[in-house]
């Protein structure tokens, strides 16, 4: 139980384009998922807080309007990366609890490669 | 906000050995800390996790260890094997993790 779907599981996009990027719990319901960015060899960094019927937490440092999150069922929640710079480019994964305080069930990530 | 510092950043041991990783956090009101283990290119798994209201929790070869007075938890691998080579990261409430540990074992 407890499955995350994330896609897709790699895109390559041209600077100046958007890409979006779809997470979804399959089994169960999820009211928060969290959204990260990771480097190669470093730590997961938590880019935001989606909510299901409202506008998403931004963490300290990360452009709202650069990343638009979208909430808009309990089972979905998507990554728009808008005008994509090669910097943009980066391991984006995504996760979410079936309670707060539980574990973190992680999609497989998306691999983002801006030309 | 929470801060959460991990060591060491990378761990070789010998197969059959322990290794040991800690974790250290800032905020005393966090109750939630679980590890993760992340295989190359695959997505983080939960291996074992802890509540504040536990200091020890075991797992067959893997054990973790809180201590809430000095903010600090730890993770124990006995009997280390090859495929516990992986990056393992620490996170306190869940959301806030370590910069992570590449744990190498030696054959």
């Known amino acids: 139980g407890a499955v995350v779907s994330q896609h897709p599981s790699w895109v390559i996009c041209k600077s100046g384009t958007s890409v979006k990027i779809e997470c979804r719990s399959l089994d169960f319901q999820a009211t928060t998922m969290f959204w990260y960015r990771q480097f190669p060899k470093q730590s997961l960094m938590l880019m935001a807080t989606?909510?299901?019927?409202?506008?998403?937490?931004?963490e300290q440092g990360v452009e709202k309007d650069k990343f638009l999150i979208n909430h808009a069922s309990l089972t979905l929640s998507t990554l728009t990366v808008t005008s994509a710079h090669p910097e943009d480019s980066s391991f984006y994964i995504c996760s979410a609890q079936t309670v707060s305080y539980s574990p973190l069930h992680f999609g497989n990530g998306t691999r983002l490669t801006v030309t | 906000g929470e801060n959460v510092e991990q060591h060491p950043s990378t761990l070789s041991v010998q197969e059959g050995d322990s290794a040991v990783i800690k974790c250290t956090y800032s905020d005393s009101a966090s109750n939630y800390f679980p590890w993760y283990k992340q295989e190359l290119g695959k997505r983080p798994q939960l291996i074992i996790d802890i509540r504040s209201n536990v200091g020890e929790k075991k797992d067959q070869r893997i054990a973790v260890t809180l201590n809430k007075t000095a903010k600090h938890f730890s993770l124990h691998i006995t009997e280390t094997q090859p495929e516990d080579s992986a990056v393992y990261f620490c996170?306190?409430?869940?959301?806030?993790f370590g910069k992570g540990t590449h744990l190498i074992i030696q054959p």
């Open positions: 989606s909510n299901e019927g409202s506008k998403a937490t931004y």
């Open positions: 996170a306190a409430e869940g959301l806030t």
